[in-house]
């Protein structure tokens, strides 16, 4: 069973920085991607940032240069440093990981967090 430990969400004023934490454990042999999804009510979820396992980052067109993603793959943890936040950020935030179970897989996985809640609001 995949575990994916969320923290740093909450309540922020505008301008102001988050930082969100997300540490995976479990049943993982190969973390192939982790990231961050979020969602606000009645709208599809859409990415926020991705790492690759070899380090390669993606970012939405809404979110580049205030937001940055980083990972400490001794930890099996990623980060999403959130800072000069705007109201239209507030949303559900959830992880994200791809990854397989085995050593040799016949499956790459997706599994979602529960989410955090980071509102923006003065």
């Known amino acids: 069973q995949v575990q994916l430990v969320e923290s740093g969400g909450g309540l922020v004023q505008p301008g102001g920085s988050l930082r969100l934490s997300c540490a995976a454990s479990?049943?993982?042999?190969?973390?192939?991607?982790m990231g961050w999804y979020r969602q606000d009510p009645g709208k599809q979820r859409e990415l926020v940032a991705v790492?690759?396992?070899?380090?390669?980052?993606n970012y939405a067109d809404s979110v580049k240069g205030r937001f940055t993603i980083s990972r400490d793959n001794a930890k099996n943890t990623v980060y999403l440093q959130m800072n000069s936040l705007k109201p239209e950020d507030t949303a559900v935030y959830y992880c994200?990981?791809?990854?397989?179970?085995?050593?040799?897989?016949?499956?790459?996985?997706?599994?979602w967090g529960q989410g955090t809640q980071v509102t923006v609001s003065s």
């Open positions: 790492i690759t396992s070899g380090g390669s980052t």
């Open positions: 994200y990981i791809e990854y397989s179970k085995y050593e040799r897989p016949s499956l790459i996985h997706d599994y």
């Open positions: 479990g049943s993982i042999f190969s973390i192939y991607a």
